[in-house]
């Protein structure tokens, strides 16, 4: 199957944190359902310009059996009559990236490639996006993979991006080691499918993302029964999404376990104020056996 995906992207592996991942922008629909394929432990293709999709899952199979990724780019360019309309990346953990950019894409189009990453783009506005690109990612060395991912594809979009404009666009991160836990190995999957400004939801949306991990670290805490530590994560989740109800809630809910009764109701009532479902669903909490209150601090609740 070949889609038009005129399209910047980026695809890089830091062996440092044992993370891969690509991240992508398009004027075009649902990019990330057509450019990105990434497998933990395998390594990531990048498919564009008119894009030959079966490059994805075959290129990730013979990565799979060991394949080089110059060797499978070879390997996937020579059976395909079309290998001058396509751009393709292949990378791997242990190995230089491969990448193809096709005499025949459409201008400005060309990839710039350094340690552990590629990037690559086709009907652009400038020729210089690639390369902006890579000086971006070089550049965030001390960020996250995910932050460097995006701060790499802002580059390109400074520098005038595709040449119709902006539609979509996706990140997605693996590990290089696979642990065979589907829930582990992929660390971050977040598209934006049509949006005016994509890029910038895709930065909002890594915001939330942010904010829910500590969330879930603060819920593991409290199974743990380390109610300090849950409170830390709480606080951190509610300083990068302070508008997110559910946040402020679980924050409350962890104060009130904490026995800091003053401070927990005190949050708890500003969440109640803007939904009540909220205090509903904390005097169910007990009989789910997810918190412990006295009838106090019952009937306390019951006063909000």
Same mark, same amino acid.
């Given at each position: 199957?070949?889609t038009y995906a005129h399209t910047y992207s980026i695809a890089a592996i830091d062996p440092d944190t044992q993370e891969m991942g690509i991240a992508v922008q398009s004027h075009y629909f649902s990019v990330g359902s057509v450019v990105p394929w990434a497998r933990a432990g395998v390594g990531l293709v990048a498919t564009q310009a008119l894009v030959n999709m079966q490059y994805g899952p075959d290129g990730?199979?013979?990565?799979?059996?060991?394949?080089?990724? #110059?060797?499978?780019?070879?390997? !996937?360019?020579?059976?395909?009559?079309? =290998?001058?309309?396509?751009?393709?990346?292949?990378?791997?953990?242990?190995?230089?990236?491969?990448?193809?950019?096709?005499?025949?894409?459409?201008?400005? /189009?060309?990839?710039?490639?350094? +340690?552990?990453? @590629?990037?690559?783009?086709?009907?652009?506005? +400038?020729?210089?996006?690639?390369?902006?690109?890579?000086?971006?990612?070089?550049?965030?060395?001390?960020? =996250?993979?995910?932050?460097?991912?995006?701060?790499?594809?802002?580059?390109?979009?400074?520098?005038?991006?595709? $040449? #119709?404009?902006?539609?979509?666009?996706?990140?997605?991160?693996? #590990?290089?080691?696979?642990?065979?836990?589907?829930?582990?190995?992929? $660390?971050?999957?977040?598209?934006?499918?049509?949006?005016?400004?994509?890029?910038?939801?895709?930065?909002?949306?890594? @915001?939330?993302?942010?904010?829910?991990?500590?969330?879930?670290?603060?819920?593991?805490?409290?199974?743990?029964?380390?109610?300090?530590?849950?409170? /830390?994560?709480?606080? *951190?989740?509610?300083?990068?999404?302070?508008?997110?109800?559910?946040? =402020?809630?679980?924050?409350? $809910?962890?104060?009130?376990?904490?026995?800091?009764?003053?401070?927990?109701?005190?949050?708890? @009532?500003?969440?109640?104020?803007?939904? #009540? +479902?909220?205090?509903?669903?904390? !005097?169910?909490?007990?009989?789910?056996?997810?918190?412990?209150? @006295?009838?106090?601090? $019952?009937?306390?609740? *019951?006063?909000?």
């Amino acid at each position: 199957m070949s889609t038009y995906a005129h399209t910047y992207s980026i695809a890089a592996i830091d062996p440092d944190t044992q993370e891969m991942g690509i991240a992508v922008q398009s004027h075009y629909f649902s990019v990330g359902s057509v450019v990105p394929w990434a497998r933990a432990g395998v390594g990531l293709v990048a498919t564009q310009a008119l894009v030959n999709m079966q490059y994805g899952p075959d290129g990730l199979a013979l990565l799979e059996q060991g394949v080089s990724p #110059r060797d499978t780019l070879e390997r !996937l360019l020579a059976d395909d009559e079309g =290998r001058e309309y396509r751009q393709l990346t292949v990378l791997a953990p242990g190995h230089a990236p491969a990448t193809h950019t096709g005499s025949g894409c459409i201008a400005e /189009a060309g990839h710039a490639t350094g +340690n552990h990453y @590629s990037c690559q783009a086709n009907m652009m506005l +400038n020729d210089t996006v690639w390369g902006a690109m890579a000086e971006a990612f070089e550049s965030h060395a001390e960020t =996250r993979l995910p932050e460097r991912l995006l701060a790499a594809l802002q580059a390109a979009e400074y520098q005038g991006g595709d $040449i #119709r404009g902006r539609q979509s666009a996706a990140i997605t991160v693996v #590990r290089t080691t696979a642990t065979g836990r589907a829930t582990d190995d992929r $660390i971050l999957d977040l598209r934006v499918e049509d949006h005016h400004s994509p890029l910038n939801e895709l930065d909002r949306l890594l @915001s939330v993302d942010r904010a829910y991990r500590h969330a879930n670290a603060g819920d593991e805490a409290l199974e743990h029964g380390d109610v300090e530590a849950a409170l /830390a994560e709480f606080r *951190k989740a509610e300083s990068l999404q302070p508008d997110i109800l559910e946040l =402020r809630y679980w924050h409350a $809910i962890s104060l009130l376990t904490a026995g800091r009764e003053t401070e927990g109701l005190s949050l708890l @009532s500003e969440v109640v104020s803007r939904n #009540r +479902n909220w205090l509903e669903l904390t !005097l169910r909490l007990p009989d789910a056996g997810l918190a412990d209150f @006295s009838e106090a601090l $019952i009937a306390r609740l *019951k006063d909000l």
